[in-house]
């Protein structure tokens, strides 16, 4: 398929701008650009058809099953987009006089009030566009809160091997020294690990619960506890709240401060790069910290973004709140759950749960006998399920798993694609024992096959020179 650069025809166009009915007014010297920007010039017709060549060769939540772990590709009900459609909303400026953005100065608090609720904390701001723009706000909460009390030698945060590989990426950027412990057997966090690394230099704990291989850690409040008796703040990781909603509270929990990927639970399209929101929720002795609107007198605050942040994004979540209600929200967490666990148990007896419990809404699979048995690895597993219709599961993640398959179903997918799910694993693990070398070169029937890894990493190409 040829880039848009290269279909580009010079003078080729489409008029749907009217003509200039007023003043033409050129920038200042020194402002204005030399030369004009090299955009691809396309009648509409050949841009329509350009990307729907791009979008039949993607698989996305529309096309099928798309069980990638801690991604949480659900299905989006379209009412969500067509409320951040709404003329009022895609047409409002940041600067507009305060008397004309009433409405959306609504949507955002009533969204603060509602995500308050959900995760139990007493403020909230939407400015983070993404999960690790979110930890990175939360983690500079943390640390504000030790610097004004003058707390100068709380220099470590504290994060499990099982962690999201933003975690200590953001305890890192935030200008503190990342302490890993290692998890229990069990996957969850070692409570003796977790005594022997605190004390007065302990500036917090970056914790997600459920954890990343999917089970809910029984001693969170100990866990909690633990870290503020030695004077360290806990940082919630809510990236993926799917399982939780409207069930259990991480404030409850023993949180001070959490961030959510509204692009993950509450409803907005992501998987492609596209804006999201990490809203980042804390505790009352923390709100002062939080950012404040750019045009407000800042005080303590901190400020990691213009405005409010990805605004449409946080109308989607409203609405999808809105639109499930105090019932349907922990409805919908219960059938996440009720869906991992479904199709952990029809998988069971061809691959193998790495930890063989109740999980919540994720579990993850571990190939590293199967891959003994038959020398086919979790990613020839995972790239012939994309000739069978589906999205690979998340691979290899987390570390602590070897050969891990991370599924997750979420709540929005039926019984017969779980069915379905189910027996293509079966068919597959039937396969890996009768054609090992099928799988080793699968996909076969993709838009792509496999691609050199090491090469794609290692000399990338990131940009079209027009030559
Ligand atoms: C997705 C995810 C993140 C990062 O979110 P981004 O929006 O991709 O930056 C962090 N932690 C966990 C557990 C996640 O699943």
């Known amino acids: ?6 279909k580009s025809v010079p003078g080729r166009g489409c008029s749907i701008l009217p003509a200039c009915d007023v003043e033409e007014v050129s920038l200042p010297e020194g402002l204005a650009r030399e030369t004009a920007p090299a955009l691809p010039e396309m009648a509409e017709t050949d841009i329509s ?5 791009l979008c039949k060769r993607v698989h996305g939540v529309n096309c099928g099953f798309y069980p990638l772990g801690s991604c949480t590709m659900k299905y989006n009900p379209r009412i969500d987009e067509e409320m951040a459609a709404l003329p009022g909303f895609t047409g409002i400026h940041p600067l507009a006089p305060a008397g004309t953005t009433e409405g ?10 509602y995500l308050c609720e ?3 904390m007493d403020d909230m701001t939407f400015q983070p566009a993404a999960g690790a723009h979110g930890e990175f706000t939360g983690v500079l909460l943390i640390k504000q809160y030790h610097q004004a009390r003058g707390d100068a030698k709380r220099t470590k945060i504290i994060v499990p091997d099982s962690a999201h590989g933003t975690n200590p990426a953001t305890a890192n950027m935030c200008g503190f020294e990342v302490v890993n412990i290692a998890s229990a057997p069990n996957g969850c966090v070692d409570l003796e690990a977790l005594k022997a690394v605190l004390g007065d230099d302990t500036a917090g704990l970056m914790l997600t619960n459920p954890n990343t291989v999917g089970i809910f850690d029984e001693n969170i409040l100990e866990i909690t506890r633990l870290v503020h008796e030695a004077g360290g703040l806990c940082y919630y990781d809510g990236a ?3 399982a939780v909603m409207g069930v259990v509270r991480p404030g409850d929990m023993g949180f001070d401060c959490i961030h959510m990927n509204l692009h993950k639970t509450f409803a907005t399209p992501h998987g492609g790069g596209g804006p999201g929101a990490g809203a980042v929720g804390c505790k009352d002795f923390l709100a002062r910290f939080l950012p404040k609107s750019a045009l407000m007198d800042g005080g303590d605050s901190i400020q990691v973004r213009s405005f409010a942040g990805n605004f449409l994004v946080v109308v989607r979540a409203l609405t999808y709140v809105m ?5 349907g929200v922990p409805e919908a967490a219960k059938n996440a759950v009720l869906n991992a666990n479904y199709l952990m148990h029809k998988i069971r007896g061809t691959f193998e749960p790495a930890f063989d419990r109740i999980c919540m809404h994720e579990f993850v699979l571990d ?6 048995e038959t020398g086919v690895s979790a990613l020839d597993v995972a790239k012939t399920l994309i000739d069978n219709g589906m999205h ?5 993640f987390p570390l602590i798993v070897h050969e891990a398959l991370m599924l997750e179903p979420t709540e929005t997918e039926s019984m017969d694609t779980l069915d379905l799910a189910a027996a293509i694993f079966r068919e597959l693990y039937d396969l890996a024992h009768r054609d090992p070398e099928y799988m080793h070169n699968a996909p076969h029937n993709a838009q792509i096959a496999r691609p050199d890894e090491v090469r794609a990493a290692r000399n990338p190409v990131l940009r079209w020179n027009r030559v």
Do not use: W
Request: hydrophobic share 30%.
């Open 118 to 120: 959900i995760s139990g």
């Open 392 to 396: 690979p599961p998340t691979m290899y």
């Open 240 to 242: 993926n709240l799917n």
């Open 367 to 372: 190939l590293s006998g199967f891959k003994k």
């Open 49 to 53: 058809r350009h990307y729907t060549e």
């Open 323 to 327: 639109t499930l209600g105090c019932e």
């Open 1 to 6: 398929m040829k880039l848009i650069f290269e």
């Open 104 to 113: 959306c100065r609504q949507v955002l608090d009533t969204a603060r009030q």
